[in-house]
């Protein structure tokens, strides 16, 4: 097991959060898949890590919430860009009665999206080289322009310790699926450990079968492959070995956003901490569990999450 502190970076763009409470009524957070998972690994490393938010917010009253609120989270802010007139999106949930979700966004002009520009830029890339942990998704790429992907990928490329990518794969941020696809080939050829769903693979490249999802992502440098499909369970692959995991039975969702972010976190938590595979992946089956028991993404932190923990 890591007994120092393991330093975590987690790249993208946290969002204002409309969460349903009941007809007609919303309740206002902040979520974004990337901060989702960022604030799950502090929950469940608590002293053991050190988990810095990287994203970029404006001057406005919403973005000081913001970071006030990823502090009293435990996390990290140093790394937090504030833009002069910049301000960050909007999303609001809606869900069916299986508690599957639908998003409605207003991001086009978010801070986030110029994260890697201007002066500050370098040195954050610089930054990020250091750290034990990276972790960011397909939309903390989407949302850049394109010279600032390769500027991320640069970086990456240095980056010596363990790279964690969810291709999180949204069409409607992406010029085209082959535009999406190649960003990400970019990232995960820098020996990353890749979080992806069925759903999302079938969107992006077609596939309906978890072996061939691992196929493409090993042939692109993966080191090693989960492949997410809901009340189905996972299935993980490192090199030739394959290792499927049940997901917990009984559960009834209310809402399933932030299910696959959190997921990725009690993976990720679990391998930080030299466990196994399939101790990680249970874990991640039991965090996922309870946070889709709650409306929107991030659950009180009044809710226990001890009982998570291998």
């Known amino acids: 097991m890591t007994t120092h502190s393991v330093r975590i970076a987690s ?46 917010l404006g001057d406005d009253r919403m973005s000081e919430t913001m970071c006030r609120q990823f502090a009293g989270a435990g996390l990290d802010t140093s790394l937090i860009r504030r833009l002069p007139g910049r301000r960050p999106g909007l999303y609001m949930i809606e869900n069916d009665s299986q508690g599957e979700r639908v998003f409605h966004y207003w991001r086009e002009t978010s801070a986030a999206r110029a994260l890697l520009e201007g002066d500050g830029a370098a040195g954050l890339l610089d930054a990020l080289a250091g750290f034990d942990a990276l972790y960011l998704s397909g939309i903390s790429l989407a949302i850049l322009p394109e010279h600032a992907r390769e500027r991320l ?29 190649s960003a990400m080939a970019a990232v995960v050829a820098c020996g990353a450990t890749v979080l992806t769903t069925l759903d999302d693979e079938t969107m992006l490249h077609g596939y309906d079968q978890a072996e061939q999802v691992i196929a493409h992502w090993q042939q692109q440098g993966a080191l090693e492959v989960v492949v997410k499909q809901g009340a189905e369970g996972c299935l993980v692959a490192r090199g030739s070995e394959r290792l499927h995991i049940a997901a917990q039975s009984g559960i009834r969702p209310l809402d399933t956003t932030g299910a696959g972010d959190s997921f990725n976190a009690g993976y990720l938590a679990a391998r930080l901490r030299g466990l196994s595979i399939e101790r990680s992946a249970r874990q991640a089956h039991r965090l996922a569990g309870t946070v889709i028991q709650y409306r929107g993404a991030i659950v009180p932190q009044t809710v226990s999450l001890r009982s998570i923990c291998s």
Request: charge should be negative; proline fraction near 5%; include cysteine.
């Open 153 to 181: 990928q640069a970086c990456l490329q240095k980056h010596t310790g363990l790279l964690a990518f969810d291709p999180n794969y949204r069409p409607a941020l992406w010029a085209s699926p082959e535009q999406a696809s």
């Open 11 to 56: 790249i993208g763009e946290c969002m204002i959060e409309l969460a349903p409470q009941g007809e007609d009524q919303y309740r206002q957070g902040f979520a974004g898949d990337s901060y989702n998972t960022a604030y799950y690994l502090q929950r469940l490393l608590g002293d053991r890590a050190s988990v810095s938010y990287v994203t970029a």
